[in-house]
């Protein structure tokens, strides 16, 4: 089945760790998306990428990091200068061509606590 | 710039009421509008869209008409169900490339 997977499910962070989280989709699209999610505020776009090898910052890019280096993946790196990185992490992609045109499709998310 | 505003939540209804989450958005040109749905503990899903002025989005008995001259989507349903309980983000893809704007997002708990 084609679609976004997202891991680990549960993911935690001691003081001073980077932590990688992971998305990879079979859906051939070029456009890839992060997202934070905390509660109450909806979403936020931290990264995201419309071709391989090349993506934009979003709104909050300040203590992540992100790489395209192939069309399916594009992993989210939280680093130590994240001061409050707990948070449930959403990864999306999308297609800006066909009758599916514009509409990302998600993984089931990531969640990050910090130990 | 591009921006959405819902209604705030949390909802709450009793089984097979009517259901309205108001939605407005603020962009340049002709934007899409979606409304995307997300159970507990999962990502999103799309549950309807509309690409036009006077378009009708529809899936699930969930209704949305794009209404330009009052820059609104509002999201509806004539009879609720328990099962409808998540919470709802309209979003809006417009001008810049790629990138959805989304609300802060709707929490609906609907009682049997």
Request: proline content about 4%; glycine content about 10%.
């Amino acid at each position: 089945d084609g679609g976004i997977t997202q891991s680990p499910k549960y993911l935690f962070r001691k003081e001073g760790q980077n932590v990688t989280l992971s998305c990879e989709q079979n859906l051939n699209h070029d456009a890839m998306y992060w997202y934070r999610q905390d509660p109450g505020q909806g979403l936020r776009l931290i990264y995201y990428s419309q071709i391989v090898n090349d993506f934009q910052k979003g709104d909050i890019a300040e203590g992540y990091s992100v790489s395209r280096e192939k069309k399916e993946s594009f992993p989210l790196t939280v680093t130590s200068a994240q001061k409050n990185p707990t948070a449930f992490y959403l990864c999306a992609s999308s297609s800006e061509t066909g009758y599916a045109k514009n509409i990302q499709y998600f993984g089931a998310g990531t969640r990050l606590s910090v130990l | 710039g591009d921006s959405v505003t819902q209604m705030e939540g949390p909802v709450t209804l009793s089984e097979e009421a009517f259901l309205t989450i108001n939605c407005t958005y603020t962009a340049t040109g002709y934007p899409s509008l979606f409304w995307y749905v997300q159970y507990p503990g999962e990502g999103l899903q799309l549950l309807l869209k509309a690409t036009k002025a006077d378009d009708k989005g529809s899936n699930k008995g969930f209704e949305a008409t794009y209404r330009k001259e009052t820059t609104s989507f509002h999201l509806e349903k004539g009879s609720v169900q328990v099962s409808d309980s998540a919470v709802y983000f309209c979003a809006l893809k417009g001008s810049t490339l790629g990138r959805l704007y989304f609300g802060r997002g709707t929490q609906l708990t609907v009682w049997p």
